[in-house]
């Protein structure tokens, strides 16, 4: 239809004969408008519609083929992929809004020693947005309501996704070791108060802390709502309209894992995610509600503390990103150090030389040696416990 009025108005203008193409008037004026907005058109649909065939494709092609989509409840599923033999197992969870992409230089050292999974969080990656029961009664019939009391998209509601993920879906061997970076590692903290007597360790990466926006005038606050939550919404509204697809084809763009050596499968993903619309509104999610996230760890830690028996260990490096401003990073340091202080004491805080929150792909040895070093201290225990 488009095509036959768009040509059924040439020939409106081509009639009107030669005075109409010799005084380059009107008729001149109204071909060039029309090719104008057959440009228009095309700049804005095409876009998004390859977009979204390519992702159509992409989501069988590059689905890592050694993990699998665990049911955690009412059909969401999760991605989770595990690799060696436990006890224990070590369960590692990503930085703010990245997948388990982020531990592929780190896994495959641990797998050699003990069991290790990785997995995405709710929306992230492969993984299913939280999905949410509006039923109005809890019961048999309505599935129970009760998981709508853990708000999606904060640390609540994740250490209840993960609990369900490795203890339900799959039976994981416990003890379990968690490996958490920023708010990986607040996951780890709340799941370790939430189901104490499945954790042996935790190894905190560059952890998020619940007083960072108190400090320094609440600078990381000001950059955290007015800065990083507005490029991930523009980089979601790109996706939407294939936009992004064309910069990073242009080169405009990079995926964010960059400065290793990753598996081509690994790159091609990640540029996968950023040109995915709802993989984009998840980690704009993440971002957003972290301040829940923060309240909801301050009232745990005043129903109940890290058990005095969980190992604990805080890897930081010299900096939080040696590329962001010095009061970004001098604030972010100092929010480590007051979670050390405060809450554990008695923790091993480790800084790795030449790094910042990069390490878990620049820098992966650093890490896994670590792991290593508590699987290794806590079968000692287990070892001494079982006589």
């Not at 797998?111 to 290790?116: C, G, H, I, T």
């Not at 763009?253 to 995610?273: C, E, F, H, M, W």
């Not at 878990?360 to 290593?372: C, G, H, M």
């Amino acid at each position: 239809m488009e095509h036959l009025s768009l040509s059924y108005c040439h020939r409106i203008y081509t009639s009107k004969g030669e005075q109409s193409s010799d005084s380059g008037g009107g008729g001149g004026w109204g071909r060039r408008l029309l090719k104008a907005v057959q440009i228009l058109i095309v700049i804005t649909l095409v876009p998004p519609f390859l977009n979204y065939a390519a992702l159509q494709k992409e989501t069988q092609e590059l689905r890592p083929d050694n993990g699998q989509l665990y049911d955690v409840a009412w059909g969401q599923k999760l991605f989770k992929k595990c690799h060696g033999k436990g006890p224990p197992t070590v369960i590692l969870d990503a930085p703010t809004g990245m997948t388990s992409d982020v531990w592929e230089l780190v896994w495959p050292s641990i797998a050699k020693f003990s069991r290790v999974c990785v997995y995405d969080r709710a929306g992230l990656g492969f993984s299913d947005r939280p999905l949410k029961n509006y039923s109005q009664s809890d019961g048999e019939d309505a599935k129970s309501n009760i998981r709508n009391r853990w708000h999606p998209f904060t640390i609540e509601r994740m250490a209840d996704d993960l609990n369900k993920l490795i203890t339900a879906s799959s039976q994981e061997p416990q003890p379990f070791i968690l490996v958490g970076a920023e708010l990986g590692a607040l996951v780890a903290q709340f799941y370790t108060q939430m189901f104490e007597n499945q954790v042996a360790g935790i190894l905190l990466i560059n952890p998020l802390s619940d007083d960072l926006f108190e400090l320094d005038s609440g600078s990381w606050e000001k950059h955290w709502y007015g800065n990083l939550i507005p490029s991930f919404q523009s980089l979601q509204l790109g996706a939407a309209l294939g936009l992004v697809r064309l910069a990073l084809i242009v080169g405009l763009i990079s995926q964010p894992l960059t400065g290793t050596n990753l598996a081509d499968d690994v790159v091609n993903r990640q540029k996968y995610l950023l040109c995915h619309p709802k993989h984009l509104s998840s980690v704009v999610d993440e971002y957003h509600f972290i301040n829940e996230s923060f309240s909801q760890i301050r009232t745990m830690r005043m129903l109940k503390t890290v058990p005095s028996n969980v190992s604990v260990t805080v890897l930081s490096g010299n900096y939080y990103d040696e590329l962001m401003p010095s009061h970004l990073n001098k604030a972010w340091a100092k929010s480590e150090q007051n979670l050390l202080t405060k809450y554990y004491p008695r923790a091993k805080h480790i800084v790795i030389n030449s790094s910042d929150r990069h390490m878990l792909y620049r820098n992966p040895d650093a890490i896994s040696e670590q792991v290593i070093k508590m699987i290794k201290q806590i079968r000692n225990k287990l070892r001494i416990k079982n006589g």
